[in-house]
């Protein structure tokens, strides 16, 4: 019998830290790992395989709880939320992905009704179950979204781009506030007319336009992760690492990172944010990097 992939574990730390960019905060981890197997996955620098899952659901929405009304200093409205404080239950796996193995409508009803709490999530699936619960707008789910011709060889056993495009307004009349995480944007030739093709599909499936706004991050890539892809054939690999328009940048949590050398991104942000402008100018650019 091959050992289980997830193991169930007591979360011993409940660490939550900042973040500014996709929530106000992090929170503790719900789960940790992932069961893809993404090219440009950080975690897998981590935790190479498996997921370990947190039996102590109640001690993880204690802490946010305590951390909510006694230790969160953040000014409302910003860009993360209007009104309540954000945050990031899955900043160390796909949470949608792994539903099943959480106590999710135990999470979801903590958040739909904290007074000042609510989460956010980002994913590459559609949660099909989630659409049976009614978050009242205290859950956001971040699709993620990137051309389908490099998803299908980064993103393998992931949901169709074009399928997470048209699953945003029903999660939107299912009571979700919906995002859109273009994550990581990947640097190749012709990317711009892939991206230019991108930008017309939500133009044409997405009817609520006034709520959905955007997060943008460029590729970060990692040496171990490099290595790693290498070592085990993970697909991909010549889109990520690309020494050319590249350069190291050393990490406090991730080692030796790799990112696009600065004055090229400054260039690869302008042209992403005159192109997103130009198709799809209802559709707010939150933050980009």
């Known amino acids: 019998m091959k050992p289980s992939l997830v193991e169930k574990v007591s979360r011993k730390t409940f660490k939550i830290r900042e973040s500014g960019r996709s929530s106000d905060y992090i929170s503790p981890s719900f789960g940790f790992g992932c069961l893809l197997e993404c090219g440009y996955c950080y975690m897998k620098r981590h935790k190479p395989k498996g997921l370990s899952v947190a039996k102590n659901t109640g001690d993880i929405l204690t802490e946010i709880n305590n951390h909510a009304f006694f230790y969160a200093?953040?000014?409302?409205?910003?860009?993360?939320?209007?009104?309540?404080?954000?945050?990031?239950?899955?900043?160390?796996?796909?949470?949608?992905?792994?539903?099943?193995?959480?106590?999710?409508?135990?999470?979801?009803?903590?958040?739909?009704?904290?007074?000042?709490?609510?989460?956010?999530?980002?994913?590459?699936?559609?949660?099909?179950?989630?659409l049976e619960y009614n978050p009242e707008g205290k859950v956001r789910i971040r699709f993620s979204l990137m051309p389908q011709k490099i998803s299908s060889?980064?993103?393998?056993?992931?949901?169709?781009?074009?399928?997470?495009?048209?699953?945003?307004?029903?999660?939107?009349?299912?009571?979700?506030?919906?995002?859109?995480?273009?994550?990581?944007?990947v640097v190749y030739p012709g990317y711009l007319e892939d991206y230019a093709e991108l930008f017309e599909m939500l133009e044409?499936?997405?009817?609520?336009?006034?709520?959905?706004?955007?997060?943008v991050i460029f590729l970060t890539h990692n040496k171990s992760k490099h290595i790693y892809n290498l070592?085990?054939?993970?697909?991909?690999?010549?889109?990520?690492?690309?020494?050319?328009?590249?350069?190291?940048?050393?990490?406090?949590?991730?080692?030796?990172?790799?990112?696009?050398?600065?004055?090229?991104?400054?260039?690869?942000?302008?042209?992403?944010?005159?192109?997103?402008?130009s198709i799809i100018p209802w559709n707010t650019i939150r933050y980009i990097f």
Do not use: M
């Open 73 to 130: 200093d953040v000014p409302k409205p910003n860009q993360t939320d209007e009104h309540f404080i954000t945050y990031d239950i899955a900043c160390n796996e796909d949470f949608a992905l792994h539903a099943k193995y959480h106590d999710w409508q135990r999470i979801f009803e903590f958040f739909r009704t904290h007074p000042i709490a609510k989460a956010t999530l980002a994913t590459k699936i559609i949660p099909i179950d989630f």
């Open 153 to 185: 060889i980064l993103e393998p056993n992931t949901s169709l781009i074009i399928d997470r495009i048209k699953a945003i307004d029903a999660f939107i009349e299912a009571g979700y506030d919906v995002h859109v995480n273009f994550s990581p944007v």
């Open 204 to 215: 044409h499936y997405v009817d609520y336009k006034d709520q959905v706004k955007a997060e």
């Open 231 to 277: 070592i085990n054939n993970v697909p991909g690999e010549d889109l990520l690492w690309t020494p050319n328009n590249q350069e190291t940048k050393n990490s406090q949590y991730g080692g030796e990172n790799i990112r696009y050398q600065l004055a090229l991104k400054a260039k690869y942000i302008q042209d992403f944010k005159t192109l997103h402008d």
